[in-house]
């Protein structure tokens, strides 16, 4: 199985910055694509970022030039570094990755626990 801890939440002021890191363990055969989803209260959980092992990269709308995802793949760890943030990225971010564990396997979702982002003054 493959085990993904998101990291690097907590509570920033509107206009300020926070990197979330999620790390990838456990048994890996193959990392795909990883993503950062995010989920408001009341909302539906939506994808913020996403990028495939050969760094195509694909963002929502909404965090568009403020948002920037990155892979290390030597470290199995995506990473979300979130500048100019407004009060509405306010959520629980979830890190998701396509993954194979063993050689034998499909490749299937696996979902961090999520940490939360508030932004508020």
């Known amino acids: 199985q493959v085990q993904l801890v998101e990291s690097g939440g907590g509570l920033v002021q509107p206009g300020g910055s926070l990197k979330l890191s999620c790390a990838a363990s456990?048994?890996?055969?193959?990392?795909?694509?990883m993503a950062w989803y995010r989920q408001a209260p009341g909302n539906q959980r939506d994808l913020v970022a996403s990028?495939?092992?050969?760094?195509?990269?694909d963002y929502a709308d909404s965090v568009k030039g403020r948002f920037t995802i990155s892979r290390d793949n030597a470290k199995n760890t995506v990473y979300l570094q979130m500048n100019s943030l407004k009060p509405e990225d306010t959520a629980v971010y979830y890190c998701?990755?396509?993954?194979?564990?063993?050689?034998?396997?499909?490749?299937?979702?696996?979902w961090g626990q999520g940490t939360q982002v508030t932004v508020s003054s």
């Open positions: 998701k990755t396509t993954a194979r564990a063993r050689s034998y396997n499909a490749p299937r979702d696996y």
């Open positions: 456990g048994s890996i055969f193959a990392l795909y694509n």
């Open positions: 990028i495939t092992n050969a760094d195509t990269t």
